[in-house]
């Protein structure tokens, strides 16, 4: 019983981390949320339907958080271009990449991926990869 509630979970837990790579801060939310929830749920009851709980609580949590993420993004950049940011262009050493609006290289070693950074050049936005 213990084994198979480990694989569940476990499975849970890898479908949820799988989501994760969304674009969006709702997105991300989701699937971490999902992943939390599936590995509290299935631990604190024991059962896979624990974690099935768990995993779609959290998945709602998750959810609204990266929804409020968004929204304060929104309100501090403005709405993200159709298609979304374009990403930067790894130039070669550690922490370095390249704008893709002028080619400019940028040390990007304090942005998180995924985070977005100004090019000075230009004053548009553009993601860390």
């Not at 509290?40 to 609580?57: E, K």
């Not at 271009?81 to 790894?90: F, K, S």
Request: glycine share 18%; net charge positive; charged share 10%.
């Amino acid at each position: 019983m213990t084994k198979n509630h480990f694989i569940a979970t476990s499975v849970f837990a890898i479908s949820a981390l799988i989501l994760s790579s969304c674009d969006t801060p709702v997105g991300q939310g989701a699937g971490w949320g999902a992943a939390t929830g599936a590995i509290i749920g299935g631990a604190a009851t024991g059962h896979v339907r624990g974690a099935a709980i768990g995993a779609a609580a959290g998945a709602a949590a998750g959810a609204l958080m990266g929804a409020a993420i968004e929204e304060d993004q929104a309100a501090r950049y403005g709405p993200p271009p159709p298609g979304g940011y374009p990403y930067a262009r790894w130039a070669g050493t550690p922490g370095s990449y390249y704008s893709p609006y002028t080619g400019r290289a940028y040390d990007l070693r304090g942005v998180p991926p995924g985070g977005l950074t100004r090019d000075v050049d230009t004053g548009q936005l553009f993601r860390r990869p």
